[in-house]
């Protein structure tokens, strides 16, 4: 194999990769998506960063997979030393703006796994918008520290 050739398959996996990991339309992009393992049937947490390409603000409205039965849109609220989650209906990302969804802020709770969650495997899910737009992603699933 040439040292070109090399060069080029090298520079070809780098900047593959970090794509393969993204779902976009016009204007909102999904990346980084995982899922937390969990055992049995205990609800798992999902992640993913959102990016809002438009001049509008749009808000997430829900999620969906055939791997899980039900999954909820969730926030960690703090207050002194507790935390408590609760469901909400929406979360906005601001125009021209991110929005992330990690432990102990906003996140998914996706229930009732249709089959055991293999770490190393992906899971497509459905991103819904207030604007109509939906986006399709592949959410890597990962143990309970994300790795």
């Not at 039900?70 to 021209?96: E, F």
Request: proline share 5%; glycine share 8%.
């Amino acid at each position: 194999m040439s040292a070109l050739f090399r060069s080029l398959a090298t520079t070809f996996v780098l900047f593959a990769a970090p794509i393969a990991a993204m779902a976009a339309t016009d204007s909102v992009m999904v990346s980084d998506c995982w899922i937390r393992s969990m055992p049995g049937d205990v609800p798992s947490g999902g992640y993913f960063k959102l990016m809002n390409m438009s001049d509008k603000p749009v808000d997430l409205v829900g999620i969906s997979t055939e791997a899980f039965g039900m999954s909820m849109l969730h926030q960690t609220q703090s207050n002194g030393s507790t935390s408590k989650m609760i469901m909400v209906d929406k979360a906005t990302v601001p125009a021209n703006g991110t929005l992330e969804f990690a432990p102990g802020g906003y996140h998914v709770m996706f229930e009732h796994a249709k089959h055991p969650l293999k770490i190393g495997t992906s899971i497509p899910v459905t991103f819904a918008f207030s604007d109509g737009e939906k986006v399709s992603a592949q959410c890597d699933v990962k143990n309970a520290a994300g790795k």
